[in-house]
């Protein structure tokens, strides 16, 4: 019903959805389980970055029964563009310290890594315990740092995608599905 009424609102815009609800609640309950697989006994602190990363880390830390803290770091890089800019902003502070915590750190997407690159370094120079990277999507084929995340949901080809957090030009974030924009829609 939900996607039924979404896809009907969006039709114009979305090509198709590459994964649906219960695909993404299937990735997540299996990235949960090799999340506690590793933390299991240690004190953990997740840093979410910002804002695309919303409903997966809220999906995600319902199903991790350990001690947490969470807290969330905001970046940008992107215009309006779906490229890049490769400048990074941090537009939001950590709050809660790092220092000597096994510090996991949740992101939407891992496209060029340049973003995700970037954060890693500002964390790592706050001496963790370590750090560790968990992604909902991968598009290994664009990548420019030498980053590869820890643990990862789905890998894709280079699509631009939308939805359950992502955006374009801060839209799309609500559709409960992960879809592909058409072409028109993005100016590249
Ligand atoms: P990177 O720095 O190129 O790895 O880009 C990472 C950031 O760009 C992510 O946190 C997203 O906000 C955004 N991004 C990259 N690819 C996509 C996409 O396909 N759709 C929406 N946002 C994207
Ligand atoms: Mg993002």
């Known amino acids: ?6 896809s009907q ?12 609800p219960e695909q993404i609640e299937t990735t997540i309950h299996r990235l949960a389980g090799e999340i506690l697989n590793q933390y299991r006994d240690q004190p953990l602190t997740i840093i979410s970055v910002l804002t695309g990363s919303l409903m997966f880390i809220s999906d995600l830390i319902r199903l991790l029964p350990i001690k947490l803290h969470l807290d969330c770091i905001g970046a940008s890089s ?3 563009s779906t490229t890049s800019s490769g400048v990074i902003t941090i537009t ?3 709050r809660v310290g790092v220092r000597d915590r096994h510090v996991l750190l949740v992101d939407d997407i891992l496209d060029t890594g340049q973003t995700l690159g970037y954060i890693a370094d500002v964390i790592r120079a706050l001496r963790p315990l370590d750090l560790k990277t968990c992604v909902l999507l991968d598009k290994p084929s664009r990548r420019k740092v030498n980053i590869k995340p ?7 080809p280079d699509f631009f995608v939308v939805g359950y957090g992502l955006d374009y030009a801060d839209q799309y974030r609500n559709l409960p599905y ?3 924009l058409k072409k028109g829609v993005y100016k590249t």
């Open 1 to 6: 019903m939900l996607v039924d009424s979404m």
């Open 9 to 20: 609102r969006f039709e114009d815009d979305i090509e198709r959805i590459l994964f649906t």
């Open 78 to 80: 992107y215009g309006d």
């Open 92 to 94: 939001k502070q950590l």
């Open 150 to 156: 820890d643990f990862r949901g789905f890998e894709i």
């Open 178 to 180: 992960i879809a592909v």
